[in-house]
T-cell receptor
Framework: DAKTTQPTSMDCAEGRAANLPCNHS???????VYWYRQIHSQGPQYIIH???NNETNEMASLIITEDRKSSTLILPHATLRDTAVYYC????????????FGGGTRVLVKP | GAGVSQSPRYKVAKRGQDVALRCDPI?????LFWYQQALGQGPEFLTY????????KSGLPSDRFFAERPEGSVSTLKIQRTQQEDSAVYLC?????????????FGQGTRLTVV
């Protein structure tokens, strides 16, 4: 499975955009980039995923570089409730295509 | 139901006791995953079901761990002769299809504490 590299932690200002980077330099052509987040004492929450095109939904935007070796998750207007651990995952198209979680980025949104 | 439901939410077991953790996936979801999450760590894959078939159990840490999904809906993760190192949050996730382009939804987890 392709590995991902994320910053261990980052702080964001409430009301500002939060840009979370992820490197996945060994990604293959049939592998998707997924983002989940986990708020304390809850199960992981799906945010967004993409293959090669940029994606946007009601929660966030996902920007994938043209070579697909890195991506950025954008939370357009961070709120205190966005404080969580954010996981960038490369998902292999295979039997079961399990999600392999790394350490994630601990994001703290500050007032 | 609206989401993945797990029960119990909390379980305290004495060392050596057997436990059973239940997962009710979203209705109609084909794929079901179990994960184990130790304190301060990311979730670790345990096993995967496609309907009632257990296609991947490569993450089960020992033969004390057993999972089943006999009718392709509800799943049970059983841990025999629990040990202290089994203390963790056990997460279940389900997905509508088997494809990698379909998101998986997680339950709230069962926190197991072995004393």
């Amino acid at each position: 499975d392709a590995k991902t590299t994320q910053p261990t932690s980052m702080d964001c200002a409430e009301g500002r955009a939060a840009n979370l980077p992820c490197n996945h330099s060994t990604i293959s052509g049939n592998e998707y980039v997924y983002w989940y987040r986990q708020i304390h004492s809850q199960g992981p929450q799906y945010i967004i995923h993409g293959l090669k095109n940029n994606e946007t939904n009601e929660m966030a935007s996902l920007i994938i570089t043209e070579d697909r070796k890195s991506s950025t998750l954008i939370l357009p207007h961070a709120t205190l409730r966005d404080t969580a651990v954010y996981y960038c995952i490369v998902r292999v198209w295979a039997a079961g295509n399990k999600l392999t979680f790394g350490g994630g980025t601990r994001v703290l949104v500050k007032p | 139901g609206a989401g993945v439901s797990q029960s119990p939410r909390y379980k305290v077991a004495k060392r050596g006791q057997d436990v059973a953790l239940r997962c009710d996936p979203i209705s109609g979801h084909v794929s079901l995953f179990w994960y184990q999450q130790a304190l301060g760590q990311g979730p670790e894959f345990l096993t995967y079901f496609q309907n009632e078939a257990q296609l991947d159990k490569s993450g089960l840490p020992s033969d004390r761990f057993f999972a089943e999904r006999p009718e392709g809906s509800v799943s049970t993760l059983k841990i025999q002769r629990t040990q202290q190192e089994d203390s963790a949050v056990y997460l279940c996730a389900s997905s509508r299809t088997t494809g990698a382009d379909t998101e998986a939804f997680f339950g709230q987890g069962t926190r197991l504490t072995v004393v």
